[in-house]
């Protein structure tokens, strides 16, 4: 059965600093990993969608990246500024089922 | 990125009465979408798989009598809370697949947050 975990669970910076938000995951057959952005109140806002044969994806500050062996990814946020506070989960679907499979999300508060 | 638009954002209602959520593809057919189930400072916890002229799959546990859901064209899904009770006060999103095909991304509406009084 996939489990995906995010750590931290909160994390607090100063505005400025790069930073690195961590997802696993326990079965490393996947198709995709995705990782969204949450704000409070609000839906869900994808932000990078990484196929299994990629290694990273990019976008503006984020950058995200997918080691399968190991069952790893990262978002990496450059520069971060108070507009990134947000949580951001992670996604794999279900290699059975298709499901997508959350991880708990990361809180992320950035200070002016 | 596909746009999926949920409506209404928020509804208070009392208990008893029964709240239609609609989830919309705007720029994209969805043959497939998903509903899910929110508390706070919790992740999204999956309640069905709504496929377009056929009845939902729903999740374990998940009421299909209390949670109807409607999918009847391409565009649009709806989930009905019946005899809605106050335990079933949450934030409820929908998701559907709009990328490229063979992608798999998903995307999601803003949200329906219920509130049954």
């Known amino acids: 059965k996939q489990e995906v975990t995010q750590i931290p669970a909160a994390l607090s910076v100063p505005e400025g600093e790069n930073l690195v938000l961590n997802c696993s995951f326990t079965?490393?057959?996947?198709?995709?990993l995705q990782w969204f952005r949450q704000d409070p109140g609000k839906g869900l806002t994808s932000l990078l969608l990484?196929?299994?044969?990629?290694r990273e994806q990019t976008s503006g500050r984020l950058n995200a990246s997918l080691d399968k062996s190991s069952g790893r990814s990262t978002l990496y946020i450059a520069a971060s500024q108070p507009g990134d506070s947000a949580t951001y989960l992670c996604a794999v679907p279900s290699s059975n089922t298709g499901k997508l499979i959350f991880g708990q999300g990361t809180t992320l508060q950035v200070k002016p | 990125g596909a746009v999926v638009s949920q409506h209404p954002s928020w509804v208070i209602c009392k208990s008893g009465t029964s709240v239609k959520i609609e989830c919309r593809s705007l720029d994209f057919q969805a043959t497939t979408m998903f509903w899910y189930r929110q508390f706070p400072k919790q992740s999204l916890m999956l309640m069905a798989t709504?496929?377009?002229?056929?009845?939902?799959?729903?999740e374990q546990g998940v009421e299909k009598d209390k949670f109807l859901i409607n999918h009847a064209s391409l565009t649009l899904s709806t989930l009905t809370v019946t005899s809605a009770h106050p335990e079933d006060s949450s934030f409820y999103i929908c998701?559907?697949?709009?990328?490229?095909?063979?992608?798999?991304?998903?995307?999601f509406g803003e949200g329906s947050r219920l509130t049954v009084l």
């Open positions: 990484i196929q299994s044969s990629q």
């Open positions: 709504s496929n377009e002229g056929s009845k939902a799959t729903y």
């Open positions: 998701s559907a697949s709009g990328g490229r095909a063979g992608t798999g991304e998903l995307f």
């Open positions: 079965d490393s057959a996947i198709y995709n």
